[in-house]
């Protein structure tokens, strides 16, 4: 526990000072797309001083200068399977963004949708002795955690305390300087394939860049697709993405369970290409044209050319009903709607006191998805798309863009997480030299 | 599997190198460099160039000159006439034979304090300013000095003004019978003093001949028939008054005596002539004879 805490106190550190610094990048590694945005951060007060312009949700402070996306290549279900192939598209997008901002940039905050996330719930307790909490109980009652086993190979990507409670009273934020006996937490962990999250590490040191954070993309797709009450009040955010489709549930602004689904729209556009025996690309261009999940009378007018270039006339000629299409498309996306109903069966969704469920992602944009999500998944379900942040371009506002907007929020705010908090004292090795060498630092 | 090494379809992504040329060429310090530095860093060079040179540098130089030259002389500035105001025709004729310049010269070239230091400098000149006035015209406006006694001294006879600047010599003192004569030595440093005791003398005017300053202190009114008036160092007129006033009353200077002494204010005193004084005794000795002859 403890390597992966220096390291992850080490990217945390780095993203403080490449916000410092005042450039910071992130990337979206997905299995359709990598999408980089630049971020500049310029303080908050610019914008605070404005007329009618409250917190911004958290966006205000920072303001998107290059964006650039290009098609993913050696990405497969959210995880790095060529790593040549991925560094090339990493490097693409960054060059575009790099220029669009017209500076260099050093760090960069990544996130991935798949490398098999799993969530845990665990909980620790302390007693603090009836004198008001501090920092220190907090540390202490994180550290008392029963971390489960699970498994080698695996890291910690998010750990956060979800929830505090103080003798009988649950629900805490932020217990600090309050008075009582019994500190208990809550935590929500998660874990993922440490090969995928090592394999994006190495891809984005061979881009001379340094790794200033990690995060999962189902959980930065709900910083963004989800509005507050959603978040607060409890939601499910499902992140239709190109190999994984990410399911992350939120109550009282915090992730309480995160996974995916290793299924998504590649999986549509490759029954697409077998059924109609055409290549990728076009199968690809007649989803995003043509698609749907719910047949009409006048679909069986419609008819489509899906053309072809084998020189055949009869083959290069060949039209289909939009009806035929959806008739492929439907059963897939029934499919993918139905493991994530299982994934929110299995983590109890049922049982949360609001359960609106927010698609969002490329594969929301499938017209009649909502209809037919009402179906398996229930009946609060709306078509989710990213906040809007300063400066992003109007290209990357789709609801595609969720997890990449997503890591905006994640870097301008991001939420605590265990190694946010110092470890507790008793557990210093040379204690009293540390805290003098700390004191140094934090004073000069 | 396709062969790894060749591929025929183009690479949409940069390579290795480009990408990491474009980013230290988005470096800021970079472009700071480029932006300010460089152009600084040509334009420095190229005047060294052109500076290091030497025959070019004093061509430069020259061409300046050149300029500066034409400039100068251009008529605006030229100056044509010298005029001389309030100065009599001596005075004139040796201010223009002073003047350091040959008309018509550009006014940059003329130094205008020089020139009025050089006309102060002369002795008959008491003030002096120098301006340019419109139209090529340097005025010199010039107030001389007024003489107003003459300076006896070994060398001659000197005119000298009120401040005791000696002005020119005289032949003779007929020449300026309208003077009074002072002399000795330090007269001409209380030139002022002299012509205050001067006018008090006024009622013996005719009868005075000049004042001789004793010891660089103290003044001598020297009459004729051989008198003199020895005056004290402090309140001469004072004391040149009340000789007056005595001999006015009692015609002191009337009298056969060679100095009347006010040198001591509270006792002044009077020399007898050296005839006066034998005939005194005589006197006396006939009447003290007389007295000793009725009574024998």
Redesign the interface.
């Known amino acids: 526990m403890i390597d992966f805490y220096a390291s992850q106190r080490a990217m945390r550190n780095m993203r403080r000072a490449a916000i410092q610094r005042g450039v910071v990048a992130v990337l979206d590694v997905g299995t359709s797309k990598i999408a980089c945005l630049v971020l500049r951060f310029d303080g908050s007060d610019r914008l605070r001083d404005a007329e009618g312009i409250g917190a911004l949700a958290g966006q205000a402070g920072f303001r998107v200068i290059g964006a650039a996306t290009t098609r993913s290549r050696g990405v497969r279900y959210g995880e790095i399977a060529a790593m040549n192939e991925t560094e090339r598209a990493i490097r693409t997008a960054l060059q575009a963004a790099q220029k669009m901002a017209q500076i260099r940039v050093d760090h960069v905050i990544a996130c991935f949708s798949g490398a098999a996330p799993r969530s845990y719930g665990i909980a620790g307790q302390v007693n603090v002795g009836d004198v008001t909490v501090c920092e220190q109980d907090i540390s202490r009652v994180l550290s008392s955690c029963d971390v489960p086993d699970y498994g080698t190979g695996r890291e910690v990507l998010h750990a956060q305390p979800v929830n505090f409670a103080l003798d009988h009273r649950s629900g805490l934020g932020d217990p600090r300087g309050q008075r009582g006996e019994d500190l208990s937490v809550d935590m929500h962990m998660l874990t993922v394939d440490a090969t995928a999250i090592q394999n994006l590490a190495h891809c984005v040191k061979r881009c001379d860049l340094e790794l200033a954070g990690l995060a999962s993309s189902a959980y930065v797709a709900g910083l963004s697709a989800l509005v507050e009450d959603e978040q607060e009040l409890g939601a499910a955010c499902i992140d239709l993405g190109g190999g994984t489709s990410g399911v992350s549930v939120f109550l009282k602004k915090h992730m309480i369970f995160s996974e995916s689904a290793r299924v998504g729209g590649d999986h549509i556009t490759n029954d697409i290409s077998l059924g109609l025996q055409v290549p990728k690309a076009t199968a690809e261009r007649i989803k995003t044209f043509y698609g749907g999940v719910v047949a009409t009378g006048m679909d069986d007018r419609d008819m489509i050319d899906i053309g072809g270039e084998t020189g055949d006339w009869e083959h290069d000629r060949r039209r289909v009903s939009r009806a035929e299409l959806i008739g492929i498309m439907r059963p897939r996306v029934e499919e993918i709607l139905e493991q994530v109903r299982k994934r929110l069966d299995a983590a109890g969704f049922q049982h949360l006191p609001c359960q609106q469920i927010v698609l969002t992602g490329g594969g929301s944009q499938i017209p009649g998805l909502d209809g037919l999500a009402t179906r398996i998944l229930g009946q609060q379900v709306r078509i989710g798309r990213p906040l809007r942040v300063h400066g992003l371009p109007q290209a990357a506002t789709g609801a595609g863009f969720a997890s990449t907007v997503g890591m905006c929020l994640f870097a301008a705010h991001p939420q605590d997480e265990w190694w946010d908090f110092d470890l507790p004292v008793d557990t210093y090795p040379a204690r009293s030299l540390k805290r003098a060498v700390r004191w140094f630092r934090d004073n000069w | 599997m396709r062969s790894l090494k060749s591929s025929t379809r183009t ?4 390579s ?1 190198w480009s ?2 040329v ?3 060429w ?3 310090a970079l472009h700071k460099i480029l932006r300010i530095g460089l152009p600084i860093l040509l334009v420095v060079c190229a005047v060294a160039g052109v500076i290091g040179n030497a025959d070019r540098r004093a061509d430069i130089a020259a061409s300046i000159q050149d300029l500066r030259r034409q400039i100068e002389t251009r008529p605006e500035f030229m100056v044509n006439l010298l005029a001389v105001e309030g100065a009599s025709a001596v005075v004139e004729t040796e201010i223009r034979e002073l003047f350091p310049n040959d008309l018509p010269a550009s006014s940059f070239d003329i130094d205008l304090k020089a020139i009025r230091d050089l006309i102060i400098d002369l002795a008959p000149v008491a003030e002096a300013s120098v301006r340019l006035r419109q139209g090529g015209v340097l005025v010199v406006n010039v107030k001389e000095r007024v003489p107003v006694a003459i300076w006896r001294t070994r060398g001659g006879l000197a005119l000298i003004d009120g401040d005791g600047v000696a002005l020119t010599l005289i032949g003779q003192r007929k020449d300026r019978p309208d003077l009074p004569v002072i002399a000795g030595h330090g007269a001409d440093r209380s030139v002022a003093e002299a012509i205050s005791l001067l006018q008090a003398a006024g009622p013996i005017a005719e009868r005075v001949r000049g004042l001789i300053r004793v010891g660089e202190r103290r003044w001598d009114v020297v009459l004729d028939r051989g008198q003199r008036i020895l005056l004290p160092e402090h309140k001469p007129v004072r004391a040149l008054e009340r000789v007056i006033v005595l001999a006015e009353l009692q015609d002191l200077l009337g009298r056969d005596l060679s100095i009347v002494d006010t040198r001591l204010t509270t006792r002044p005193t009077i020399r007898l002539s050296q005839h006066a004084m034998s005939e005194l005794w005589r006197i006396k000795q006939t009447s003290t004879d007389q007295k000793t002859g009725v009574a024998e």
Do not use: H, K, S
Not at chain 2, 11 to 14: E, F, I
């Open positions: 690479d949409p992504a940069p290795r990408y990491r474009q980013r230290w988005l470096t800021p």
